[in-house]
């Protein structure tokens, strides 16, 4: 157990759809890192927050966008939803702004129909 | 960011030792190297970090030339549960990454 937490495990939805996935890094880190998986891929980082503010930004579509509240947890808001959006989420999370060491959560499985 | 190279796949037998070598040819002066391993639909899990020589904890070796342009990553007696994706990572240390990148990873297979 990495100590960070993902909501919900699982997610089903339709095409043109909006969904919110939840992170909650472990107690103490100040960054959080958003990655997507699609199926046999690598992960491609999408974006990552510190202590609060958007600090580095990778491969993230437009319609996709995240923030990091005030308690440090983190969400990954993805809308108009397409088939290819389909893909493992995972978030991670490190104590300062360096990333080598992050300590990542179980993940979010999104399928979209 | 400096791009790694690293072979899409292994197979080895229960026991043996398993090097991984990545190649970084144009790794930058305050680039560490990282490696992860990930389990299916599990999220990667940090094995070990170096910067140069060797460098060893309880599950693994890393093992950096002086001209730093590969790594190696070694597994004592490998067992079945070592089965997993290995990814290597080259990037600045404490520091805000542009683009973080995976890449493909190793696909390594044990054997009994």
């Known amino acids: 157990d990495s100590g960070v937490t993902q909501t919900p495990k699982h997610l089903i939805t339709a095409t043109g759809q909006r969904v919110t996935l939840r992170c909650s890094p472990r107690s103490g880190d100040l960054s959080v890192y958003w990655y997507q998986q699609s199926l046999d891929q690598g992960l491609q980082f999408l974006i990552q927050?510190?202590?609060?503010?958007?600090?580095a930004k990778g491969n993230i579509l437009e319609r996709f966008s995240a923030q990091q509240f005030p308690d440090l947890h983190s969400e990954l808001n993805l809308s108009s939803l397409e088939l290819g959006d389909s893909a493992l989420y995972f978030c991670?999370?490190?104590?300062?702004?360096?990333?080598?060491?992050?300590?990542f959560g179980p993940g979010t499985r999104l399928t979209v129909l | 960011l400096a791009k790694t190279t690293q072979p899409i796949s292994m197979d080895s037998y229960e026991g043996q030792e398993v090097n991984i070598t990545c190649s970084h040819n144009n790794i930058a002066t305050n680039d560490y190297i990282t490696w992860y391993q990930q389990f299916p639909s599990q999220g990667p899990r940090f094995i070990i970090q170096g910067y140069k020589t060797k460098v060893t904890n309880e599950v693994a070796s890393l093992f950096i030339p002086a001209d730093r342009k590969s790594s190696t990553l070694s597994l004592p007696r490998v067992s079945l549960s070592d089965t997993a994706v290995y990814y290597c990572?080259?990037?600045?240390?404490?520091?805000?990454?542009?683009?973080?990148?995976f890449g493909s990873g190793t696909r390594l297979s044990i054997r009994p």
């Open positions: 990572l080259v990037a600045p240390g404490y520091s805000s990454a542009s683009k973080i990148i």
């Open positions: 991670a999370s490190t104590p300062a702004g360096g990333y080598n060491e992050q300590f």
């Open positions: 927050y510190y202590n609060g503010e958007e600090r």
